[in-house]
C-alpha cells in the first residue's frame, strides 16, 4: 500500500534561514508526490508535485523539492525562510487503484508545521 | 479562473441529523473528490467522482454518501449525524482523475456536530 511519512510535527527556523520539511514515501509503481501547504482556516494550496525527469522540482513561492529514489524520500526545501510561510505543509502521494496508476485519490502525511521567527 | 468553491463554510448540527455538503470544481473540471479533515486522523479521502460516476471510495460507513451532476458539481450527505463528523470537509478538483493530474482544493466546510 502507498504511504507517506513526515517525520517531524513541527520545524522552527529563523527567517532568512534555509528550510526544509522532510518527506519519505514507500509506494509500489511509479511515485507521484505532492505538496501542500495549509494556512488557518483555509484549503490546501498546491505547491509543486514530482511525476518524473529532473529530480529537484520547482514550485510556487520559491519552494522546491528534491526527489530521490534511493532514499524514498521527496523533502520540500526554499534557500531564504520567510515569516509568511508559517504554515501547515502536507507531503501526498497518489494511490494506485485496481492495479492501474488512474485515481485522483491522495494519501497524505500527517503535516509538518512549519514556524519561521523573525 | 475561479477556484473551488464550498458551500456552505460552516455548519452546526446536532446529533442524529443529516447534513449536506456542495462544492463547485474549478470550470472544465470533471473530477472531484472529498475529504476529511481532522486532528486526530489527519486528512482522510471519501470519495472521488468523474462524469457523475463514483470511482473510488475511501473506507467510511454507508451514512457518508456523494453524488456528482452532469455539470461537475458535486454534493456529499452525511446522515445521523455523530459527533465523531466534526471535521474539515475539502473538496478538491482536477481536470481528469489521471494519476499525474493536480488536485486543486476549495476552503472547506467546518462541520460542527454537537
Known amino acids: 500500500a502507498q504511504s507517506v511519512a513526515q517525520p517531524e510535527d513541527q520545524v522552527n527556523v529563523a527567517e532568512g534561514n534555509p528550510l526544509t520539511v522532510k518527506c519519505t514515501y514507500s509506494v509500489s509503481g511509479n511515485p507521484y508526490l505532492f505538496w501542500y501547504v495549509q494556512y488557518p482556516n483555509r484549503g490546501l494550496q498546491f505547491l509543486l508535485k514530482y511525476i518524473t525527469g529532473d529530480n529537484l522540482v520547482k514550485g510556487s513561492y520559491g519552494f522546491e523539492a528534491e526527489f530521490n529514489k534511493s532514499q524514498t524520500s521527496f523533502h520540500l526545501k526554499k534557500p531564504s525562510a520567510l515569516v509568511s510561510d508559517s504554515a501547515l505543509y502536507f507531503c501526498?502521494?497518489?494511490?494506485?487503484?485496481?492495479?492501474?496508476?488512474?485515481?485522483?485519490?491522495?494519501?497524505f502525511g500527517q503535516g509538518t508545521t512549519l514556524q519561521v521567527k523573525p | 479562473k475561479a477556484g473551488v468553491t464550498q458551500t456552505p463554510r460552516y455548519l452546526i448540527k446536532t446529533r442524529g441529523q443529516q447534513v449536506t455538503l456542495s462544492c463547485s470544481p474549478i470550470?472544465?473540471?470533471?473530477?472531484v473528490s472529498w475529504y476529511q479533515q481532522t486532528p486526530g486522523q489527519g486528512l482522510q479521502f471519501l470519495f472521488e467522482?468523474?462524469?457523475?460516476?463514483?470511482?473510488n471510495k475511501g473506507n467510511f460507513p454507508g451514512r457518508f454518501s456523494g453524488r456528482q451532476f452532469s455539470n461537475s458539481r458535486s454534493e456529499m450527505n452525511v446522515s445521523t449525524l455523530e459527533l465523531g463528523d466534526s471535521a474539515l470537509y475539502l473538496c478538491a478538483s482536477s481536470s481528469h482523475y489521471a494519476s499525474t493530474d493536480t488536485q486543486y482544493f476549495g476552503p472547506g466546510t467546518r462541520l460542527t456536530v454537537l
Open positions: 467522482y468523474f462524469s457523475e460516476t463514483q470511482r
Open positions: 470550470s472544465g473540471h470533471r473530477s
Open positions: 501526498a502521494v497518489r494511490d494506485s487503484f485496481l492495479g492501474s496508476s488512474n485515481t485522483g485519490k491522495l494519501i
